[in-house]
């Protein structure tokens, strides 16, 4: 699963592999959480494209946009699944992001950790999004999950799909129509390529933004150790 990235900078590595230099405005974001705007890299013809979308694909055949919760898609049923099948085949994109979150469980408290890779600059998250009939500029997505590496496990049994540069173009491609070749594009990342940190709990609420969300947690409160009568 993933329901929260980071993208603070403009994306120009990702962007320069495409040849694409014309990206929209770009405010730096902390915490963009599902039904917001996502920044997202297509193939359109014969060109590369940067444009937004909502998060949350909303598939043609879906009338009411309210119903568009589908954040996240699984790999393994991309084909199948009559909600992905289409776009798996005709609309994929990039996702850029430079990190997103993930918690741990502790007692009744939610401890957030920020992911990234260890070169911290910005990569693609593989994903698929849909175009409105209504309104053909009106666009959606949702972000591929895999199983998650050992990293990852021990907060979540699913982690975005990483696209490795040299798979970008061939992700895009509207003429790479074949299931499983696709497929293998899309794997577990290499968890020694990563790193994490706890972050502030201030990012549990989706409407909270800015850098206090990557700040460092407050300290542990101290343990209290229960004495004797008699020490």
């Known amino acids: 699963m993933c329901n929260r990235v980071t993208l603070r900078e403009v994306p120009h590595d990702v962007a320069r592999i495409l040849e694409l230099f014309n990206i929209p405005p770009l405010a730096a974001r902390f915490n963009i959480a599902p039904t917001e705007d996502l920044l997202i890299f297509r193939r359109k013809g014969t060109q590369y494209e940067a444009c937004h979308a909502h998060w949350g694909l909303q598939p043609r055949w879906m009338k009411d946009s309210r119903d568009a ?55 693609a998250l593989a994903g698929l999004y849909e175009s ?17 590496n050992d ?42 390529k990563m790193t994490s940190r706890r972050v502030n709990p201030y990012v549990n609420k989706s409407g909270n933004e800015g850098p206090q969300c990557l700040e460092e947690p407050a300290p542990e409160p101290p343990q209290m150790v229960q004495g004797t009568l008699f020490e």
């Not at 009939?133 to 949702?142: F, G, Q, R």
């Not at 040299?166 to 020694?192: G, I, M, N, V």
Request: proline share 7%; glycine share 2%; with cysteine.
């Open 132 to 148: 409105s009939e209504a309104e053909p500029e009106k666009l959606s997505c949702t972000i591929i999950t895999v199983d998650s």
């Open 69 to 123: 919760t589908l954040f996240n898609a699984r790999s393994e049923t991309l084909d199948t699944k009559p909600a992905f099948r289409e776009a798996f085949f005709e609309r994929r994109c990039l996702i850029p992001v430079d990190g997103f979150y993930e918690w741990e469980t502790r007692g009744r408290r939610k401890l957030p950790h920020h992911f990234t890779l260890k070169h911290a600059r910005p990569f």
């Open 151 to 192: 990293l990852l496990r021990p907060f979540n049994e699913r982690m975005p799909a990483i696209l490795d540069e040299d798979s970008f173009k061939t992700w895009l491609d509207p003429e790479e129509r074949d299931a499983a070749s696709l497929k293998t594009l899309l794997k577990t990342y290499d968890a020694q």
